[in-house]
């Protein structure tokens, strides 16, 4: 037997006992594992068979006799090391069938295997045992928060609901909205915490698809108007008006997508599309699609998104916040659901994140659908299409194609936007508006592209200034193009 045979699989490196003997029982080759475990002082090559296994295996002048049936099942021997100390084995021994005869060994140390046995079963409960108390350690530990959370947030509703002057009204709302705030992040973490555990259950219940749309959507509206964005909604027809599934969990996938997706766009739109993909039995398939035209994730970080704590860069996470739990949480959840998430996304354009669930029909649906198509056809007829925003969706290329009107305007606004931002010394804000800016300017002329440069620079330096002068700048500069136009 050859060591350095040319295939992948070479003898040297098994864990295995392997060594060959000739039809006198002398071992012409043995591999490390063999001579590692039998510890033969000389090496094991001219040794015997009968050394190694002397109750199975005896001498008979220049040959053996043995009672072990070669090519057979594996079978339980006591290999004797060169000390005369023995250990179990478990053995195959098989025969060449050529002239002379050759036997090759191939044995598993037993005792090693119920060493590693042990040792796995050992981890386990203790990777067990951890998890057990890390759970409930979170599980605390979030209780614990939740309960000043709320008792703040109960105050300052109370408050909220006396006459109070403007500026302690601005203040309670944003002490509500870090409540509100602290309180997903909460959730966010005793829900990875009990998927990771294994603790998570689904709870299905009939419920109606484009209710919970029609809520989902209106979750997002305020955020939607806020940052000037479009947003539209398709219900493909053939999606069923009522169907069996965890509607609570559905709705918190969705609100991830969508508040991503709207956190990470300044300009464009963002859509949600829902389509029924499959139908088997009682079972049916809904796709859900978002798209947005964002950012984008780099191809490099595409991979990263799904895991727990994984964000694509902190600059991202110290400018949009969030905790990089949202898509782990949102994944484990559609795979809950039989289902399936992905992302397609390009850097600078955008990004679309789908993904799938099979969900229960229920009895009535089809009478209903049936209904449905003579008597309304559709909430969203014709082409099932709900959408809000500032403008039409043809205007959106419009509107980043910099000198048109639609992006002349957009520009007004966002740098409105920008400046009470920087009167109200919310930074953040700013540089989300400055973002916008600078997509809203690509393509301008260089030396409006400088002022858009050092008014960002201003903007990150926080200059309030610098900030004034740049923006004083923009404005005479738009000014004078659209005169021109
Ligand atoms: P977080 O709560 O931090 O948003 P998520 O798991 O939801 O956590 O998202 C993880 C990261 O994936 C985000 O921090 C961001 O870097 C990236 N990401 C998610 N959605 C989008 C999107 N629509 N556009 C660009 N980047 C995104």
Avoid at 112 to 124: D, G, T
Avoid at 382 to 390: I, L, Y
């Amino acid at each position: 037997m050859e060591e350095g045979s040319s295939s992948v699989f070479s003898v040297g490196d098994a864990l295995e006992i392997i060594f060959e003997f000739d039809e006198t029982g002398k071992i012409s080759y043995a591999n490390p594992e063999a001579e590692k475990k039998l510890e033969y002082e000389n090496g094991l090559c001219g040794r015997s068979i009968v050394d190694v296994f002397p109750n199975e295996f005896k001498a008979v002048g220049n040959a053996f006799t043995t009672e072990y049936s070669f090519d057979e099942k594996p079978k339980q021997l006591v290999a004797y090391r060169g000390n005369l100390t023995c250990f179990p084995v478990e053995a195959k021994i098989i025969k060449s069938g050529s002239t002379p005869e050759t036997y090759v060994c191939m044995a598993n140390d037993m005792l090693e295997k119920e060493y590693l046995k042990r040792e796995i079963a050992q981890v386990k409960q203790e990777a067990e045992h951890a998890l057990k108390v890390k759970s409930e350690f979170v599980a605390n530990v979030t209780h614990e928060l939740r309960t000043p959370v709320n008792g703040v947030l109960g105050n300052v509703k109370e408050l909220l609901g006396e006459e109070v002057d403007s500026r302690t009204m601005k203040s309670l709302r944003m002490i509500e909205r870090c409540c509100v705030d602290m309180n997903k992040i909460i959730d966010n973490i005793l829900d990875f915490s009990k998927l990771e555990a294994g603790k998570f259950t689904l709870e299905p219940r009939r419920f109606h698809v484009r209710e919970m749309l029609d809520y989902v959507k209106g979750t997002h509206s305020a955020k939607i108007t806020e940052k000037g964005l479009q947003f539209f909604m398709t219900v493909s027809p053939n999606v069923p008006e009522y169907v069996i599934g965890d509607e609570l969990r559905i709705k918190q996938i969705l609100n991830n997508l969508l508040s991503n997706a709207l956190k990470f766009t300044s300009v464009g739109k963002v859509t949600l599309e829902v389509l029924k993909t499959a139908q088997m039995d009682d079972r049916t398939e809904l796709f859900f699609i978002v798209i947005d035209s964002g950012i984008g994730i780099d191809d490099a970080d595409k991979d990263k998104l799904f895991q727990s704590f994984s964000q694509v860069d902190a600059s991202i996470s110290r400018r949009y916040g969030g905790t990089g739990l949202g898509l782990n949480i949102s994944k484990q959840l559609v795979e809950l659901m039989g289902g399936r998430i992905g992302v397609e996304s390009q850097k600078g354009k955008g990004s679309t994140f789908s993904f799938s669930v099979w969900l229960g029909s229920c009895e009535e649906e089809k009478s209903t659908e049936q209904r449905m198509d003579t008597i309304n056809p559709s909430r969203y007829a014709p082409g099932e299409t709900a959408s809000f925003g500032q403008e039409e969706s043809e205007s959106g290329d419009a509107v980043k194609q910099y000198g048109t009107p639609e992006n002349r305007e957009a520009l007004k606004k966002a740098l409105s936007k920008l400046i009470l931002c920087v009167e109200m010394e919310n930074w953040e804000k700013a540089e989300m508006f400055m973002d916008t800016i600078r997509q809203l300017a690509e393509g301008a002329p260089q030396e409006v592209g400088r002022v858009i440069l050092r008014l960002k620079m201003a903007v990150q330096k926080e200059n309030y200034d610098r900030i004034t002068a740049g923006f004083e700048e923009l404005k005479g500069f738009l000014q004078a193009e659209e005169v021109h136009a």
